[in-house]
């Protein structure tokens, strides 16, 4: 088995779950304070991944970074970069995929926690940030850890939109669920197996580790 | 002196009810709040820390202005630095005692200081959840008094102390409020809870 597609999955898995960390953890704060109409729509948007066709996500995708459109063009132009057929529209593509597995949970363990946790931060003379990076973070690691095991595990798992936007190019964006189905199209069901296999095990053993590490925190996986 | 005119809508049950209160503390005195159940007044205590917003409303310390919606000026919780003791406490769960003084206050004699009056001396390595009620009532007092706050605004402060913890906590209290020239503000049900405190009482009811 060439073990390639394992590594290129694991390490879009890792680096969609850095940047969505980073991006999701203020977003998720943001929009658990109050509502309000570009909330709700921003929210609505975040959300629509979880619903819509992956294809449909690719689809789209691939048109607005096609380096002969809009966007795509512009970038190709201006920056040399290109999205489509690359790894680098991969990772895009993955952050936009799983982006509601990181900001959902996040979002939903802010709103949990007590107004007067940070009021009290407040009255004390510390500002927005400090509250937010001292007071609140801490108090909901274990739902920051099932969002990070949830998003790295649904990227593990991506298969439309990455063949729409990344294709199927050995060693740059095919993947692991590429493999498999590359694989059973050429009738090399020993080697669909052996990819199946690892993504089977190492889906089961993040599934398994949230509920170890939240035993005391939560009673399921995808609180 | 501290001198508060403010109107607030309140939701209840049947539609709304107005809080109106309009009065003066002077400096360094001892006030307690009290009225029925939902009548504003832990609201009162949130509109002066400026957690929550008056319709109307003009609140002046000395001679500055913390908030005029006529003007539409109002300063920060942040900046009005009031002490203020939660109801639920709100303590932080991933802080222990020390941790949580620490979090305001980096002077070290001060903050023992704190920990003796509140006889939590021997539970500086206790987060929140392995504390009595009553140590995370006086924990929740504490933590506001480390920032030496020229005014204290305390919702139901005692409700968890047994009488002879509380006119042990008191005396101690009252010397650091005298010490500071603190302005005391203390919301009660209770008759008794104030005792060992000469305190001026205001009466709460929204309309």
Redesign the interface.
């Known amino acids: 088995m060439d073990l390639t597609p394992i590594w290129l999955t694991l390490k879009l898995a890792a680096i969609t779950t850095m940047i969505l960390l980073i991006v999701g953890l203020p977003l998720a704060y943001w929009l658990s304070k109050g509502r309000s109409i570009a909330k709700i729509i921003l929210e609505a948007i975040i959300t629509m991944p979880l619903v819509l066709p992956p294809s449909v996500l690719g689809f789209y995708l691939l048109m607005a970074f096609s380096p002969k459109h809009g966007i795509g063009e512009w970038l190709h132009n201006t920056f040399d970069i290109q999205f489509v057929f690359s790894f680098k529209g991969l990772v895009l593509a993955s952050v936009i995929y799983s982006m509601p597995f990181m900001i959902g949970p996040i979002k939903s363990a802010l709103q949990q926690l ?1 107004l ?2 940070s ?9 927005e940030r400090e509250t937010f990076i ?2 609140l973070l ?2 909901i690691r274990a739902s920051m850890l099932t969002a990070a095991i949830l998003t790295f595990a649904h990227t593990l798992g991506e298969f439309g939109v990455v063949l729409m936007i990344g294709g199927n190019i050995p060693g740059v964006t095919r993947v692991a669920s590429i493999a498999v189905y590359d694989s059973v199209e050429n009738m090399d069901y020993a080697s669909a197996n052996a990819y199946s296999l690892t993504l089977f095990c190492i889906t089961f053993i993040m599934v398994i580790s949230v509920f170890v590490f939240n035993k005391y925190k939560a009673k399921s996986p995808l609180e | 002196m501290i001198s508060i005119d403010i109107e607030k809508k309140l939701k209840a049950y049947r539609g709304e009810q107005v809080l109106k209160i309009e009065a003066q503390f002077e400096t360094g005195s001892i006030t307690k709040i009290y009225g029925p159940s939902g009548a504003g007044k832990s609201t009162f205590l ?1 509109i002066i ?3 929550i917003e008056p319709e109307y409303g003009k609140i002046s310390v000395d001679d500055a202005v913390w908030l005029d919606t006529v003007l539409k000026t109002s300063l ?3 900046k ?5 003791v ?1 109801q ?1 406490y ?5 802080m222990t005692v020390q941790q949580h003084l620490e ?2 206050s980096d002077d070290a004699q001060w903050t023992n200081r704190l920990l003796t009056i509140g006889k939590l001396e021997t539970f500086t390595s206790h987060k929140p959840e392995y504390l009595s009620g009553g140590q995370q009532q006086r924990l929740a007092i504490l ?2 008094m ?2 030496r706050p020229k005014l204290m605004l305390m919702d139901e402060p005692f409700s968890a102390l047994d009488p002879k913890m509380k006119s042990e906590l008191i005396p101690g209290l009252k010397s650091i409020w005298d010490e500071l020239g603190t302005t005391v503000l203390i919301v009660s049900h209770n008759p008794q809870e104030l005792e060992g405190l000469t305190a001026r009482e205001i009466y709460v009811e929204s309309q």
Not at chain 1, 119 to 127: D, I, P, V
Not at chain 2, 90 to 94: G, H, K, M
């Open positions: 007590p007067s946790l009021q009290a931060s407040y009255t004390l003379g510390k500002s001292k007071v801490p108090n | 949130k820390a400026g957690l920060s919780p942040q009005r630095k009031v002490g203020f939660f639920n709100a303590l932080f769960p991933n979090y305001v933590r506001a480390a920032i």
